[in-house]
């Protein structure tokens, strides 16, 4: 470290602090080492991990399932939930917990697609992956094996679709809403009830109330998003502050909208037949709404633009119901 000199009554010294010099230091994190396994002995602690966590899952099984207490974040927690049950799980041994993995990435995906079955879906994986590996073990191609159980559940699927009974009457809705909701005879009611009351291709969505009771509310027609029109300039109910058309053309995409350019053809055609044009996309550019708005004040074209809310699968889920709904 430099440090000025001075001179003072002939001598020289330091004008200021003379410091250390500054040591840096590295810090080195290591991952700590693989574990390689192979063969039968693979084979074996992937089907414990998946043994271990089906035990716990299976037990939940059915009407009569049975309970089981989680300890999370310092809380004990009581579930019969087979995929909260099934995500919770974590194994020490790093290939049982791979196996465990493979019955949870089942378990979501049934979630996924049907909201429910989860534990049964355990059950069956269990079963199908513990006799797949005892015929690989007695000299089974794998490739064969997985193309036979493909053919196999195409062919027990169609057979289970003659088989099945048609759910109708209402007690027989209440009783496979209860067991879904945990042998809860309240809320399955209740779903039966909505059920009878909106049909089989109404939908129903759950929301939080503002009081402690839980109910049900019929609403007509369809409830699309809470978001409405882009900009205020949109309105033709200034008394209501309401968008009302009658007749209007619904262009719905799952598209961004950058610029008006994109929309002219529809916009031309719109004037022509003089009817308004309700806009529902799924992103739109700041200054799309901005030229639209011009254009409406200077009662060019009628038009609406609604930009959909939400993200993903779920923003192009609800651009479907529009597009169903409005034809």
Same mark, same amino acid.
């Given at each position: 470290?430099?440090?000025?000199?001075?001179n003072?009554?002939?001598?020289?010294?330091?004008n #200021?602090?003379l410091r250390?010099?500054? &040591?840096?230091?590295?810090?080195?994190?290591r991952?700590?080492?693989?574990?390689?396994?192979?063969?039968?002995?693979c084979?074996?602690?992937?089907?414990?991990g998946?043994d271990?966590?089906? *035990?716990?899952v299976s037990?939940t099984?059915g009407?009569r399932?049975?309970?089981?207490?989680?300890?999370?974040?310092?809380?004990?927690k009581?579930v019969?939930? #087979?995929?909260?049950?099934a +995500?919770a /799980?974590?194994?020490?041994?790093? @290939?049982e917990?791979?196996g465990? &993995?493979? /019955? $949870?990435?089942?378990?979501?995906?049934?979630?996924d697609? =049907?909201g429910?079955g989860?534990?049964t879906a355990?059950?069956?994986? +269990?079963?199908?992956? !513990?006799?797949? %590996?005892?015929?690989v073990s007695?000299g089974?191609?794998?490739?064969?094996?997985?193309?036979? &159980? *493909?053919?196999t559940?195409?062919?027990?699927v169609?057979?289970?679709? !003659?088989?099945?009974?048609?759910?109708?009457?209402?007690?027989? /809705?209440k009783?496979?809403a209860s067991?879904?909701?945990?042998n809860?005879?309240?809320?399955g009611? %209740?779903i039966a009830?909505?059920?009878?009351?909106?049909?089989p291709?109404?939908?129903?969505?759950l929301?939080?109330?503002?009081?402690?009771e839980?109910?049900?509310? @019929?609403?007509?027609? &369809?409830?699309?998003?809470?978001?409405?029109?882009?900009?205020?300039?949109?309105?033709?109910?200034?008394d209501?502050?309401?968008?009302?058309? *009658?007749?209007?053309?619904?262009?719905?995409?799952?598209?961004? /909208?950058?610029?008006?350019?994109?929309?002219?053809p529809l916009l031309?055609?719109t004037?022509?037949?003089?009817?308004?044009?309700?806009?529902f996309?799924? *992103?739109?550019?700041? $200054?799309?709404?901005e030229?639209?708005?011009?254009n409406?004040?200077?009662?060019?074209?009628?038009?609406?633009?609604?930009?959909?809310?939400?993200f993903?699968e779920?923003?192009? =889920?609800? %651009?479907?119901?529009?597009?169903?709904?409005?034809?």
């Open positions: 470290m430099w440090v000025p000199l001075q003072v009554n002939g001598s020289r010294r330091a #200021g602090v250390k010099p500054l &040591m840096l230091r590295s810090l080195t994190v991952a700590g080492p693989k574990r390689i396994s192979f063969g039968g002995d084979r074996e602690a992937l089907q414990a998946i271990k966590l089906a *035990d716990a037990v099984l009407p399932g049975r309970n089981v207490v989680l300890f999370e974040c310092e809380k004990l009581v019969n939930d #087979g995929v909260t049950i +995500r /799980i974590e194994l020490s041994d790093a @290939i917990n791979a465990a &993995m493979l /019955i $949870q990435e089942v378990a979501s995906k049934m979630n697609v =049907a429910d989860t534990t355990i059950i069956l994986a +269990r079963a199908m992956i !513990k006799f797949g %590996l005892l015929a007695f089974a191609n794998p490739v064969s094996l997985k193309r036979g &159980m *493909d053919k559940v195409k062919e027990l169609k057979d289970l679709k !003659k088989k099945s009974l048609p759910v109708k009457a209402r007690e027989e /809705i009783a496979v067991i879904s909701a945990g809860d005879d309240f809320i009611n %209740l009830e909505a059920i009878e009351k909106i049909g291709d109404g939908v129903i969505s929301e939080s109330s503002s009081s402690s839980t109910f049900v509310i @019929i609403e007509e027609g &369809m409830k699309v998003i809470d978001k409405g029109y882009m900009s205020p300039h949109f309105i033709t109910n200034q209501k502050s309401l968008v009302e058309l *009658d007749n209007a053309k619904v262009l719905v995409t799952d598209q961004k /909208i950058s610029t008006v350019k994109e929309i002219v031309e055609k004037t022509q037949l003089s009817v308004p044009l309700l806009i996309a799924e *992103d739109i550019s700041k $200054q799309v709404p030229t639209l708005v011009v409406k004040m200077q009662g060019v074209i009628n038009v609406v633009v609604v930009k959909c809310p939400g993903g779920g923003k192009k =889920a609800l %651009l479907q119901d529009i597009a169903l709904m409005t034809g």
